[in-house]
T-cell receptor, first 112, second 112 residues
Framework: QKEVEQNSGPLSVPEGAIASLNCTYS??????FFWYRQYSGKSPELIMF????GDKEDGRFTAQLNKASQYVSLLIRDSQPSDSATYLC????????????FGAGTQVVVTP | DAGITQSPRHKVTETGTPVTLRCHQT?????MYWYRQDPGHGLRLIHY???????DKGEVSDGYSVSRSKTEDFLLTLESATSSQTSVYFC???????????FGPGTRLTVL
């Protein structure tokens, strides 16, 4: 069974601090990795994707990938109350249909 | 905005009744996906399509069927709804050249 694991949280983060979210995956052949943000009652919104080992930065967000350890993370710098949401990790499957496997999500709460 | 709409947005039905959910996209994307989202389970793939009349089963397809007679519409049918199918249903699209998936607004279905 291919799995994507995330800590469910909630992860409580003071405003202005760095939020660190982790995701592990079981399929060693996976090549594409995605982070979605989902506000309560809303649909998932893509915020980052990463395909290569190392770091990828986009504004206050940094995705980190380590394929050898089967680990992908998301850092949110200068956390704001508007970052309070559930963050979903998605891993692209190795077939040709572009399917994703999702983790259950980590709830982040940014406290003023 | 990925040009995806879902209808209805909310529905309450009774056990044993048939239900059809519609996903409509305006950008001629080839790949479309149906997911359900339940607390603690994240997003789970029900069915997917890679073109007109080309569909296949995902990890939780029992009790569901799909049809895609036009590129823009992907229909999800619950032939005889059960309480275990109470969930939030999301449709997603992927363009042929990109790997990312983008989600519609979702349908909240309650089966009494």
């Amino acid at each position: 069974q291919k799995e994507v694991e995330q800590n469910s949280g909630p992860l409580s983060v003071p405003e202005g601090a760095i939020a660190s979210l982790n995701c592990t995956y079981s399929d060693r052949g996976s090549q594409s990795f995605f982070w979605y943000r989902q506000y309560s009652g809303k649909s998932p919104e893509l915020i980052m994707f990463i395909y290569s080992n190392g770091d990828k930065e986009d504004g206050r967000f940094t995705a980190q990938l380590n394929k050898a350890s089967q680990y992908v993370s998301l850092l949110i710098r200068d956390s704001q109350p508007s970052d309070s949401a559930t963050y979903l990790c998605a891993v692209g499957t190795t077939d040709s249909w572009g399917k994703f496997q999702f983790g259950a999500g980590t709830q982040v709460v940014v406290t003023p | 905005d990925a040009g995806i709409t879902q209808s209805p947005r909310h529905k309450v039905t009774e056990t044993g009744t048939p239900v059809t959910l519609r996903c409509h996209q305006t950008e001629n994307h080839r790949y479309m996906y149906w997911y359900r989202q339940d607390p603690g389970h994240g997003l789970r793939l029900i069915h997917y399509s890679y073109g007109v009349k080309d569909t296949d089963k995902g990890e939780v397809s029992d009790g569901y069927s799909v049809s895609r007679s036009k590129t823009e519409d992907f229909l999800l049918t619950l032939e005889s709804a059960t309480s275990s199918q109470t969930s939030v249903y999301f449709c997603a699209i992927r363009s042929g050249s990109d790997v990312e998936q983008f989600f519609g607004p979702g349908t909240r279905l309650t089966v009494l």
